[in-house]
């Protein structure tokens, strides 16, 4: 039996790019599971400077009331309601994303669109993960000057 070169070629060059595309999913799948891994622990710590700041907006808020014309203190508060405000948006975007992501539906695309739901998978989680850090951050800064 004699084997066409250039058929044996083909199937070797489809095998090829079907692996390389399978290495480009998983590749993908790992980045996204590792960026909401690493910031998912985060979450806790959000909730407890959501409630910190909670109570620090109330107190400057009775603050105010004794206070009504202390222009610094309404700063204060509005920075602090900003804060807040920021926090809820980034809590609401990690449960958001967790209960949108399908992990195991994306498996199941044609591979051409597994990598493109991967892709952006890893765009909305990367923007999680930077909405939560910068909103811990700033949120524990202000509270350091306070």
């Known amino acids: 039996m004699k ?13 090829a790019c079907q692996n390389e595309e399978q290495t480009q999913i998983s590749t993908l799948e790992r980045d996204v599971m590792t960026i909401h891994d690493a910031v998912m ?10 409630s910190t700041l909670r109570k620090h ?4 808020d009775s603050l105010l009331t004794l206070l009504p014309g202390d222009t610094t203190l309404q700063q204060v508060l509005e920075h602090s309601r900003l804060l807040s405000v920021q926090l809820q948006k980034a809590d609401a975007g990690m449960m958001n994303w967790m209960r949108h992501y399908k992990g ?5 695309l044609p591979t051409s669109q597994a990598i493109q739901a991967l892709t952006q998978e890893k ?15 700033e949120t524990q800064n202000f509270l350091k000057q306070q």
């Not at 622990?41 to 959501?50: G, N, T």
């Not at 907006?57 to 400057?60: C, K, Q, R």
């Not at 195991?104 to 199941?108: A, E, F, Q």
């Not at 765009?123 to 951050?137: A, F, H, R």
Request: hydrophobic share 50%.
């Open 3 to 15: 084997i066409n070169p250039l058929l044996l070629s083909g199937i070797l060059f489809a095998f």
């Open 104 to 108: 195991d539906s994306l498996k199941k």
């Open 123 to 137: 765009i909305k989680i990367e923007q999680v993960s930077d909405d939560m850090l910068k909103s811990i951050e």
């Open 41 to 50: 622990p985060k979450m806790s710590e959000l909730v407890a400077l959501e």
């Open 57 to 60: 907006i109330a107190h400057t």
